[in-house]
T-cell receptor
Framework: AQSVTQLGSHVSVSEGALVLLRCNYS??????LFWYVQYPNQGLQLLLK??????LVKGINGFEAEFKKSETSFHLTKPSAHMSDAAEYFC???????????FGTGTSLTVIP | DAGVTQSPTHLIKTRGQQVTLRCSPK?????VSWYQQALGQGPQFIFQ???????QRGNFPDRFSGHQFPNYSSELNVNALLLGDSALYLC?????????????FGEGSWLTVV
């Protein structure tokens, strides 16, 4: 069975500070890992994904995430927060059949000026 | 290149009524999945359609049903609406055949049951 845990439902950072959003997963098979962002009253937009290969993946808007198999983690980071980063962030896992996605409960990011 | 489009964007229904939501997938995609996102929660998988058949189903009752048409568009039907069905319903499309494919979401349909 697959599941995703996002530690911290709310994270606040100052503008220009490091952003770190945590995601841990549980999967019985090698997972594919995703981060999506959701702005108010909108659908989900892909930030980045890990399938195979390099464990450090770079996404849009300066975000990156590192797949650590030993820690079953896929934390999302950005060196310097911008006001426009304020949104809800979802970590998701899929497995190699059918593309069914399992989402975490989300982390709401607030950026303080 | 049109992305995933959904209709209607907002609707209000009464308990016990039925609702139909519609989705057109991203151009070139053949697989449509539906997700329910309750307020403050992550999306929950309802079911997936490919080649006009339901291929996978999440933990949702039979009141939730769907359909996929030959042009790959899809409908989600919910019968005997309950207050707890109030949520954002997201349609996602993808291309079958490659593991780890990205799914692309529409803007969603907000359903309020009163």
């Amino acid at each position: 069975a697959q599941s995703v845990t996002q530690l911290g439902s709310h994270v606040s950072v100052s503008e220009g500070a490091l952003v770190l959003l945590r995601c841990n997963y549980s999967s019985s098979v090698p997972p594919y890992l995703f981060w999506y962002v959701q702005y108010p009253n909108q659908g989900l937009q892909l930030l980045l994904k890990y399938t195979t290969g390099a464990t450090l993946v770079k996404g849009i808007n300066g975000f990156e995430a590192e797949f650590k198999k030993s820690e079953t983690s896929f934390h999302l980071t950005k060196p310097s927060a911008h006001m426009s980063d304020a949104a809800e962030y979802f970590c998701a896992v899929s497995v190699n059949t059918g593309n069914q996605f399992y989402f975490g409960t989300g982390t709401s990011l607030t950026v303080i000026p | 290149d049109a992305g995933v489009t959904q209709s209607p964007t907002h609707l209000i229904k009464t308990r016990g009524q039925q609702v139909t939501l519609r989705c057109s997938p991203k151009s070139g995609h053949d697989t449509v999945s539906w997700y329910q996102q309750a307020l403050g929660q992550g999306p929950q998988f309802i079911f997936q359609y490919y080649e006009e058949e339901e291929r996978q189903r999440g933990n949702f009752p039979d009141r939730f049903s769907g359909h996929q048409f030959p042009n790959y568009s899809s409908e989600l039907n919910v019968n005997a609406l309950l207050l707890g069905d109030s949520a954002l319903y997201l349609c996602a499309s993808s291309l079958a055949g490659t593991a780890g494919n990205t799914i692309y979401f529409g803007e969603g349909s907000w359903l309020t049951v009163v």
